[in-house]
């Protein structure tokens, strides 16, 4: 039975970007924020002080700490806050500080809705924008439920292109054209149809010219809205399924290889009752490991057992019952970029960074 061959880890990557590039992703970013908010929730921000709480990942060059550093000086109600920072301390700083909106990785974000849920946290932002992650539909559902009277709304983009697109309340991203080209391939780099999903995409950024980045390979896996969105927006739109690169490969019984979709593996520990934050880790080449942090109050042996059945069900249906499910001794860990990665396929060495 043949093994899967072992991907290589890539070096991290180095981004330039210049005055212009930075005034458009500042510019597009206000104009994208007041867009969601209307002259309505500009008023509420205002009348709640006004304070904007950036959590970000502090201890090295990440794109979201280089832009914030650079933001701090232009408001004085704008602070930063490490996510690397324990928990409990986190929660502290954040009421003190009682921010109106709230930004920052989306699975941190989703950490502190479930302190807010369990009355640690103690925030009424007027808007949370989890941001750099993808969020499921249940994640997105469990912000919204802890932070009821607040604006939920994200933005798809990364460190090549931080004003890609903005989110609508539709639940798509709307390509922001004037200064960015998004091009769905398949795994030919051919174009990929409106209505289905891509093997990965392009990306042309248009404003930054230090570093000019041309049909560049994010990895992502997006879908075009092949109609108008009902948001009103006449700007493309897209939905993102997940990184191809996170995509599980296995030794097949008969001898081949068997994929498996990150988004299969995570919508179902997402649904599972009991779990807060997971992460599923292929730890050899039919092996899986979930790293499991349950809920407040949940028995964390029926919430390992749900979460085994499910697993262990899943690759069974797709012929993958030799494939072994253990629980890990430690959490679920954060990349050197501050993001917690929910599924991280087999590697040739560490575990690599998230893409910030």
Not at 148 to 158: F, K, S, T
Not at 193 to 219: F, K, M, W
Not at 229 to 257: E, S
Request: charged share 20%; glycine share 10%.
């Amino acid at each position: 039975m043949g093994s899967p061959p072992r991907r290589a880890v890539p070096p991290p990557g180095v981004f330039l970007a210049d005055e212009r590039a930075v005034a458009v992703s500042i510019v597009l970013a206000a104009r994208m924020r007041l867009s969601w908010l209307g002259a309505a929730g500009l008023a509420r921000v205002v009348a709640r002080g006004g304070r904007l709480a950036g959590l970000i990942a502090t201890g090295g060059h990440f794109m979201a700490a280089a832009g914030a550093t650079r933001l701090g000086p232009v408001s004085r109600r704008f602070e930063l806050f490490s996510v690397h920072r324990p928990l409990p301390e986190l929660v502290a700083a954040l009421n003190r500080y009682r921010p109106a909106v709230l930004l920052g990785y989306g699975s941190v974000i989703a950490l502190l809705a479930a302190e807010q849920a369990a009355g640690r946290l103690r925030i009424d932002p007027v808007l949370v924008e989890p941001a750099g992650e993808s969020l499921s539909a249940g994640e997105h559902g469990r912000i919204a439920a802890a932070f009821p009277d607040a604006l939920i709304r994200a933005p798809y983009g990364g460190t090549e292109c931080t004003f890609l697109s903005d989110g609508c309340a539709e639940g798509w991203y709307h390509v922001n054209t004037d200064w960015a080209v998004l091009e769905p391939v398949d795994a030919g780099h051919r174009p990929t149809p409106p209505g289905e999903y891509s093997h990965t995409v392009l990306l042309s950024n248009l404003a930054n010219r230090v570093q000019p980045i041309l049909r560049y390979d994010l990895g992502d896996s997006v879908l075009m809205r092949p109609g108008p969105c009902p948001c009103g927006d006449l700007r493309p739109a897209l939905r993102v399924q997940g990184r191809a690169a996170d995509v599980l490969t296995f030794p097949g019984a008969d001898g081949g290889q068997v994929s498996v979709a990150p988004l299969a593996l995570a919508t179902l520990a997402d649904r599972t009752p009991g779990v807060e934050q997971y992460q599923v880790v292929q730890s050899g080449p039919a092996a899986l490991q979930v790293r499991l942090r349950p809920a407040a109050g949940a028995d964390p042996e029926t919430v390992w057992q749900a979460v085994r059945d499910g697993l262990t069900g899943l690759l069974a249906a797709q012929g993958l019952a030799h494939v072994t499910v253990e629980r890990a001794a430690e959490p679920p860990r954060q990349s050197a970029g501050g993001k917690y990665r929910t599924v991280i396929p087999l590697t040739a060495g560490p575990v690599p960074a998230a893409r910030p």
